[in-house]
Every structure is written in C-alpha cells, then in structure tokens.
C-alpha cells in the first residue's frame, strides 16, 4: 500500500480554509455569520442589529418622557395601545436575546472576569428595566388599579432615565472589552450611537 504524506503547508492551508469559512449561529440577528468574523473581528454588520434596537429603546423613552410631561392627560387609546406592545415587545421580551449575543460577541470563549463583571450589570440593567416595563403596564391596563398621576409619572421617569443609562452602559460595555477589534465602519457606527444615547 502506498502512503501519501502530505505536506505540512497543505495541512496549514485546509485548516485555514476550515476556520476561515466555519460558521456559527449569531442568536440576535437569527442568521449564519462567518466564523472569523464573530470572534477575531467586529464588523458593522454584526452590531447594526444591536445598535437599531439601542435606537428604538431611546425612542421609546422620549415617548414615555412625552406621556409623563402631558399628565394627567393620558394618550389616546391608539397611542397607548402601541405604546405598551412596544414595551412588551423592546423591553420585556427583546433584551434576552441581546444578553445572549452579548456574551457570545464579547466573552470570546474567555472566563475573563472583567467581562463577566460589566455583562453581569448590563443582564442587571435589563431585568430592572422590563419590571419597570411591567409595573408600567400593569399601571395603564389593569382597570381596577387607578393609579394617581402623580405615581404614574414618577414611573415613566423611572423607566426612561434607568433605561437610557442602561443603552449607554451597554455601549460603552462592548467599547471596553471589544473595542480593540471594531473595524473602522463598526467602531463609527458605535461612536454615532453613543453621541446619540449621551444627547437623550
């Protein structure tokens, strides 16, 4: 039997190949990502995803910064109701995917305690911010519980001031243990981001 070895540059090369185009699941966006770029480099397209939801969390806190300043003039039935789907939908059932992504982006397969730390206080942030988004709604459903303006709007500030800190937070949280593998476009995307969640 004849043996055929094969070089080791050969072998070198197929593994290259192997990693350069294994792929891996990203659990925020819902689609395949190259391998490669989930661990080694960030690019703009794997934080667009992330930063848009960043985005519509901050609009949703002008709205309930708009509904607090109107009170005890509550929004139209219309309005409220896209409101609350909102706040169920963002805040009470978005971020546990984010939280997933999060840790799989920024661990890096690492047992770094620094990250477990600041992606501990982000997973913090956003449990406080849906019991805030469910003590909200509670507060504009439940017929039988009628809350007093002033109560509710103390809410509403509560809600929106803790969870814009929490977006600001959990950028700056990928700017420090990520921010050294941002490409050019990722990292102007994610200073863009930050301009906006310091103007809010």
């Keep these: 039997m004849t043996v055929v070895k094969v070089p080791v540059a050969a072998q070198r090369h197929h593994r290259g190949r192997r990693r350069m185009y294994g792929m891996v699941r990203n659990p925020l966006q819902g689609?395949?990502?190259?391998?490669?770029?989930?661990?080694?480099?960030?690019?703009e397209i794997d934080l667009m995803r992330l930063i848009g939801g960043h985005g519509r969390r901050l609009a949703l806190c002008d709205q309930a910064e708009?509904?607090?300043?109107?009170?005890?003039?509550?929004?139209?039935?219309?309005?409220?109701?896209?409101?609350?789907?909102?706040?169920?939908?963002?805040?009470?059932?978005?971020?546990?995917?984010?939280?997933?992504?999060?840790?799989?982006?920024?661990l890096n397969?690492?047992?770094?305690?620094?990250?477990?730390?600041?992606?501990?206080?982000?997973?913090?942030?956003h449990a406080a911010d849906g019991a805030a988004a469910r003590e909200l709604i509670a507060a504009f459903v439940e017929a039988d519980v009628r809350v007093a303006p002033e109560t509710l709007g103390h809410m509403l500030r509560g809600f929106f001031a803790g969870c814009r800190h929490a977006v600001a937070f959990e950028q700056l949280t990928i700017v420090a243990l990520a921010g050294h593998r941002l490409t050019a476009d990722a990292g102007a995307l994610l200073a863009d981001a930050l301009a906006e969640s310091a103007a809010a």
């Excluded at 689609?31 to 960030?42: E, K, M, N, T």
């Excluded at 909102?86 to 995917?97: I, N, S």
């Design 109 to 125: 397969g690492r047992d770094d305690p620094l990250a477990q730390t600041l992606l501990g206080h982000v997973r913090w942030r």
């Design 31 to 43: 689609s395949v990502v190259p391998f490669a770029r989930r661990w080694h480099v960030i690019q």
């Design 66 to 106: 708009r509904i607090a300043d109107a009170l005890p003039h509550r929004p139209d039935a219309t309005t409220l109701a896209a409101f609350l789907a909102a706040l169920e939908d963002q805040v009470v059932r978005g971020e546990e995917a984010e939280d997933a992504f999060l840790a799989t982006m920024l």
